[in-house]
Structure formats: C-alpha cells, structure tokens
C-alpha cells in the first residue's frame, strides 16, 4: 500500500513526500513483538526518551524519505480515475467489547478509555509526533478543519490481547480519537493541512504523520510554541517515557491547562492518517488518528 504522508525534513520544516507504508510489513512487525520472537529492547515506547531526546540533543537531521514526488498523469473521470484510502467502518470496529481475530493469528477486544482532556485555544488542531512539530509556526502544521476553541475530551481505542498463560498481558493503542461533539458520526474524511489536495492521491494513499519514536499526539496550533522550550520539552520526554503504552500522557502549561496530549503510536513506527468525523449536520465532531492495528485488515480481499 502507498502513502503520501506529511514528514520532517532536515530543515526543521514539514515537506509532503511520497513513501511507502506495507500493511503486512506492520503486521509482521505486530506479531513479532506479541510472540516473543524479536524485539529484545521491548516496546518501542521504551525507548522513547533515549530515541527522541538523543536526536533533539545531538541535532541530528530528521529522516526525510527519498521517494519523488507522485508525477502520474491523472484524468479526471476516466476509467483509470484513482482513489484514495478510504475511511474504515470506525463505528463499527471500535465498539467497546468488540472481538477483532487478526490476521496474525492473536485476538484482540476493543476498551475505550478516557482519562485525558486538550485545551484548544484557536480550535486549531494539530496532530503528530509531538517531538517534531516545534519546528515552524503551529499553523503550518494545522488542520483546515477547525472548531471552536475549548477543552474536549480524548478518548483511547485500546486493543486487549488475548495472551498465552505464559506471556504478560499486552494492549495497545489501536486509535487515538478526540472528541468535540458526543453526538453520532455519519461521514468521515480525511483530515488535510493548507496546501494538501486529495486529487493528488493515488490508489490507496493518504496524507497522515509520520512517526520515528513510536509517539503520536494532539496539540493546539498555538501551543505548539511550548515545544521549543526546554523546560516543557525535557518534561514531556520524562513523562511520555513514563506512561504506559496503553495510556495517555497529558503536558500541561503553567496555568495547569491540558496543552498536549501524547500516546503510543500503536506497535510500530510508521506513517498515520488522522480522519475527521462529521455528524448529521456537517459539524465536526472528532478527529480520530488511526494506527492501523484493527484496521489493518479492511479491503484487503479485494487488493489481494
């Protein structure tokens, strides 16, 4: 499966490159871990603090995919017309209880949990892996879908393993959702920065976030500043390495205002999409970062 996906470049800036992201690669990379086969570090979540805060201290250069640009010719309405990746049934697949056999050969059970809050003082959101998106202006890394300013709740998408007698329990986070309206969702869409057209995607591809230290997040565009100070970013290091990787890490600012919230990027590094969810009268009422655990498996009868 291709994707277009929004990366750091060793400027500091964010680019949109071409790269390519193999659903049965995260798989296998899945199993790996649940089994006990590899992964002799732990989970990627482990090594969070020493990863993250070892590039921000060395000032190494931010990995920036070498793919080109998509060139393909497209014509509109033609038979050969491409689509993009379509929106999974979330509803559907997230219900609490729910029982997902994966294609991997474990089961897993859908909890949802909330126990977090984000203050949004501009309504808008920016989601990513928080240690990158200090680099340029918030606004540069906003959503063009934008809601009114508050506090609104996050809302986990847990995957619970079902585990051997032997092994430790396992769950992780299967989704990330944060909610601005509690109301029904009845139409998703992908959720785009000033300057993304969907008409430039092809077969399966998507705009989303790339991730190197297994951490994704939501921010506010204005409070993206807090990630160029020292003092708040040594803390979010500290606390993210911390957390459980089925949990939630919320950052804080000096007022004690939720101004990030930060969490395991499911099982594996990788590249995100984040959708927006729309309620019957067109209103937004959740962004959801999807990290393709119990979805992985949509459509696949029909690419294979």
Known sequence: ??????CATSAGALGRHRTRFARRGHRLRIRSQLLGTLCPLGHPRERVRAVVAGRVASALPLPSPSFPSPTRPRSAGSEGEFMPLHAPDFERLFVPGARHDLSFGMVATVRLQQDAWLWLPTGRVVAGEPAMLGAGEGSEHAFVQRVEPGRYPLVLVVAAYDMPEDRPTLAEI???????????????????????????????????YAVDSATGGFIDAAN???LRDDEFT?????????????????LTDDEGRPCL????????????PTWVGRTADGEVACFLTDFFILTDDEGEDEDE
């Not at 499911?266 to 995100?272: F, I, N």
């Open 234 to 250: 040594d803390r979010m290091f500290s606390e993210i390495a911390g957390t459980d990787n089925a949990a939630a890490t919320t």
């Open 174 to 208: 299967a989704a990330a959702k944060l909610v601005i309206r509690d109301e029904p969702v009845v139409s998703w869409e992908m959720a785009l920065v000033d300057g993304q057209d969907l008409a430039e995607l092809d077969d399966d591809e998507f705009f989303g």
């Open 1 to 6: 499966m291709a994707a277009l996906v929004r």
């Open 224 to 226: 993206t500043a807090l």
């Open 261 to 272: 919230v930060a969490f395991s990027s499911g099982s594996a590094d990788g590249h995100y």
